[in-house]
Every structure is written in C-alpha cells, then in structure tokens.
C-alpha cells in the first residue's frame, strides 16, 4: 500500500480509503466491522465518515455511522488510524440536515456543535481531517475557516478540507486563509470516476498549483462500473432504493445511468478482461496513479465487494492500457453528462 500526504499537512494516509457511508443502513453492525477489520488488515489506514451518514441519508438515522466507527475505533490503537468526517452545512435541496441553532449553515455555531458532536460519537479526542460536505456559498470563506483553524489550534482536529467545492469556491478559501492568516483546505473530496473525469481539467489544475490533495469518492461511479446495473436496477442497489425516494433521488440516479454510461462500462469490461482483472479493480488502479490524487475512497456491502476492490493495490496500469482508456472518454465524453452518444 502506498503512502501520500494530505496536502500541506503532517497527514500521510494509504492511497486508497475506506469509505463507511453505508454503515448503519446497508451493513449492521457486525458486518461494518468485519469490513474495517479486513480494509484494515490490508494496509488500509484511512477512514471516511459525516455526520449525515448512512445513506440514503434520513433523519432517524443522522450519525448512526459515525456510531458504528466509534465502537469500531476502540478495537484499535487510536493512532494507527486516520478518521475523516464532514460538517453537512447547507445541502443544497438534496437532503435537509437537522437544524441546528435555527438554520443550516457552515457558520461558527453549527460547526463548533457539529465537531462535539462528531467527537461523541466517534468516541475520540480529536478527527485527524475534518471536512466541509457542501459548500456554504452564501458565507464569506473566513467566516467558515476561523472556528476552523480555532478547533485546529485547540487540537480537536488536525486538519481541514471540504467536499463537493468548485474551482471557484477552492481558490476564494485559499484568498481569504493567506489574507486572515487562517488554516486552509489540505483536500476536497468531490466524484471523479471513469463515467465522470471533469476533475482532470480546471480542479486538477489547482490541486497541483496549490497543493491540495483529492480524495476521489465514488471511484465505481456508485456501483455502475461494477457493472451490475447493465441490465437494469438489481434489488437491494444504492440507485434501485434512490429511484423510489423521489424525483430528486431519481435524477440523481439517472445523471450516473444512462445509455452512455452503460455503453462506457461495457467497453471497459473489455479492457479490464483483456489484462485480466474486474472493471472494479481497473477503476479503482485508475483513480490512484492520478497524481493530484492523495487517496481513493472505496465503499462495501459486503466482505466480496471490498475484496474486488482491494485487487487493486498491486495493480499498475500501463501506458498502452491508458491509452485505451482514454480513447473511451474521446469517444463518449463524460457520460454523466445528459446529451447523447457521439457516432459509434
């Protein structure tokens, strides 16, 4: 397992995280454990939580998966461990988050609250990276960034980043951190994935001009690269429950299925069979020789999935295989995108 740090940080974590978001709903208990105790048996040293989680995200189930780490993180020394979680602030129509204090923000108050809150449940002292979910537009970046930096002087976290930012978004918190003299952004988690590259143009620009460190999520593209939504919706799949929550949830799931998606992980199923692994693994290989890129985050429902993904960690993909690769998105440019398939 390789090793990368976490921008300008101190952090150095395992190229390839684990993610927990489906603990507490998908995965009980046991099973999350079993999960973290085998990604951690692999080398595997960072792990990636919110407060929000699991998903699909309901507020009955607000922090259960923080919860589960919690537990989980007493079975181990506390510094083998590298624990991310995020602050929901505005989620932006997709999920309303408990109020906190009147409103949902990311201003000094529910910040503050969320980290307490964070640390109570993860039952630890201090969150090695914590994290912005969405972006609070509405607020000026030094407003966000001050009870930041006072948690990072107070030893409460160690780091910061945020999730779901904009180029525009990243650069404004990098002014006003060198104006006010606060801590910045060492990572943005934002999707990235072979049905949806956008972060090799513009973000991958600022992340190497300014040192920060992506943290790719949803590397299968939620499950599509997987393969198994090729010929529709499998009971029990992340985008099978989506599509019955509401219209939002369903067009959430349609922007990753569609024709050109499916047409993408078809032709890379015949990549990954020519070189002799799973589209999961070549997904998964691919996201990590980014050199932008610090960590991927994977996830699990079952010991079987992460086992496919965790073939991957020897894995290095060659220039030809690149190549191949990249006639695809020549071909089918961003399938996530919503306008049809360029002549086949």
């Known amino acids: 397992m390789q090793r990368r740090r976490l921008g300008g940080s101190g952090i150095t974590v395992s190229d390839?995280?684990?993610?927990?978001?489906?603990?507490?709903?998908?995965?009980?208990?046991?099973?999350?454990?079993?999960?973290?105790?085998?990604?951690?048996?692999?080398?595997?040293?960072?792990?990636?939580?919110?407060?929000m989680y699991p998903v699909p995200p309901k507020a009955e189930t607000y922090g259960i998966t923080e919860e589960i780490v919690g537990r989980w993180l007493k079975t181990k020394p506390r510094e083998?461990?590298?624990v991310a979680t995020k602050i929901t602030g505005p989620a932006h129509g997709w999920f309303v988050p408990p109020v906190r204090h009147g409103h949902s923000a990311l201003d000094r108050v529910q910040i503050v609250k969320a980290v307490e809150d964070s640390l109570r449940r993860l039952q630890t002292d201090y969150i090695d990276l914590y994290q912005t979910h969405w972006p609070d537009h509405g607020m000026r970046?030094?407003?966000?960034?001050?009870?930041?930096?006072?948690?990072?002087?107070?030893?409460?976290?160690r780091a910061v980043g945020c999730s779901n930012e904009t180029c525009w978004g990243v650069m404004k918190s990098l002014a006003a951190a060198e104006q006010f003299g606060l801590s910045r952004y060492d990572t943005i988690q934002n999707n990235f994935s072979l049905i949806n590259r956008r972060c090799e143009s513009e973000l991958a620009q600022v992340c190497r001009r300014e040192?920060?460190?992506?943290?790719?999520?949803?590397?299968?593209?939620?499950?599509?690269?997987?393969?198994k939504y090729q010929q529709g919706y499998p009971e029990g799949a992340r985008f099978t429950e989506y599509r019955s929550l509401?219209?939002?949830?369903?067009?959430?799931?349609?922007?990753?299925?569609?024709?050109?998606?499916?047409e993408t992980v078809s032709r890379l199923e015949t990549i990954a069979a020519d070189i002799g692994v799973s589209v999961t693994a070549l997904s998964v290989a691919w996201s990590r020789q980014h050199d932008f890129v610090a960590?991927?985050?994977?996830?699990?429902?079952?010991?079987?999935?992460?086992?496919?993904s965790l073939k991957a960690i020897p894995l290095i993909l060659d220039d030809e295989t690149m190549t191949r690769i990249d006639e695809i998105e020549e071909l089918i440019p961003n399938p996530m995108k919503e306008d049809g398939l360029r002549k086949l």
């Open 16 to 51: 390839i995280c684990m993610g927990t978001m489906t603990f507490g709903s998908q995965c009980d208990e046991k099973l999350s454990f079993d999960i973290m105790d085998r990604a951690y048996d692999a080398g595997i040293d960072f792990y990636d939580a919110a407060e």
């Open 80 to 82: 083998s461990v590298i």
């Open 141 to 157: 970046y030094e407003d966000v960034l001050e009870p930041l930096s006072e948690l990072v002087h107070q030893g409460k976290i």
């Open 211 to 227: 040192n920060i460190s992506l943290l790719p999520f949803s590397p299968l593209g939620g499950g599509v690269l997987t393969g």
């Open 246 to 262: 509401g219209e939002r949830q369903k067009r959430l799931a349609d922007r990753f299925l569609n024709d050109r998606s499916r």
């Open 295 to 308: 960590s991927t985050i994977i996830g699990a429902t079952t010991l079987a999935q992460l086992e496919e």
